[in-house]
């Protein structure tokens, strides 16, 4: 139950061609807590409830769970979520022998596109394509949590 992951920011679209998985994600957040956070997700036709911890000094790892629960039980508890409901659209790209998820988002953080890569250790290599740009991993900006209380429309 630990995830450890690197994000990074993205230089381009290309990243898209390659996808192959697109899914339509709203979240929100019952707790933002920085010590923990609690999400509530509607992702394609499921629902999920998340809990996370507190990352370690390096930002690459923290306690996560996870469990999905039906739709209709997340749509109510979204509503039931702090201000600031995350919209994006996740792609899924393969490379090499990990799974990238780039998330694009829309509504009050339009503009920003991200990248995830989990890992199995913080020291794995990993191969990096050419759309993979600014390492963000640690920055609680980036933090989706974070993007629901101050939205990246209000970062410029």
Known sequence: ?????????????????????????????????????????????????????????????????EKQISLNEAKELLLLCERGIIEKTRYEVLVGDHIFEIDEFMGENKGLIMAEVELNSEGEVFTKPEWLGQEVTGDIRYYNSQLSLNPFKNWK
Do not use: C
Not at 8 to 31: D, H, M, V
């Open 1 to 65: 139950m630990r995830e450890i992951e690197r994000k990074f920011l993205i230089t381009s679209e290309a990243f898209k061609k390659e996808a192959y998985k697109r899914t339509r994600i709203a979240q929100g957040f019952l707790n933002t807590h920085p010590e923990r956070t609690v999400r509530i997700r509607l992702k394609g036709d499921n629902g999920y409830i998340t809990i996370k911890g507190k990352s370690n000094k390096s930002g690459l790892s923290r306690f996560e769970w």
